[in-house]
């Protein structure tokens, strides 16, 4: 009869806190790509006006509306510094979700390598009692054996 592992709970735990690490991990990578996305998209846009100021320049252009497209142009440039903020907080995230991941791995390993020792304890425990078990009943066949032997002796 095997005996139950005591810290089986804390495997389950372990277990429970690896995939949660796995899955906020999972969560911000996807944060990140939809950041860098973003920034991208950002800068693109930033480029696309910048090309179409100088153009409007080149054509000839007013005060008014070159104040416009500076201004447009010192937005996006705000945007994208603000973006850039954004996915350096991400890095720092991603960092500390990896360790975190890391950790939660390296615990739940940890606790399955003692269910593992525990289990091969059991076997090993049964093992022994099965071996005990074979021998007593070996050594009452031999002794019945031996007994039957020395009746039939006696008879003859």
Do not use: C, W
């Not at 690896?18 to 480029?47: C, M, S, V």
């Not at 320049?57 to 850039?84: C, H, M, P, W, Y």
């Amino acid at each position: 009869m095997t005996k139950i592992f005591s810290m089986q709970p804390l495997v389950h735990l372990a277990h429970q806190k690896n995939d949660d690490a796995t899955r906020k991990f999972g969560q911000i990578i996807q944060q990140q790509q939809a950041a860098q996305t973003k920034l991208h998209t950002l800068e693109q846009y930033r480029k696309d006006y910048q090309t179409q100021l100088q153009q409007s320049v080149k054509n000839g252009i007013t005060q008014i509306s070159l104040r416009n497209f500076q201004d447009f142009i010192r937005r996006l440039d705000e945007a994208v510094a603000q973006q850039r903020d954004v996915i350096e907080q991400i890095r720092l995230s991603m960092n500390a979700g990896r360790n975190e991941l890391a950790n939660t791995q390296r615990k739940m390993k940890s606790f399955d390598t003692l269910a593992q020792r525990h289990l091969e304890s059991e076997k090993k425990v049964e093992e022994k009692l099965e071996q005990r078990q074979q021998d007593e009943h070996t050594g009452r066949h031999s002794a019945l054996k031996a007994m039957e032997a020395m009746a039939a002796k006696d008879i003859i």
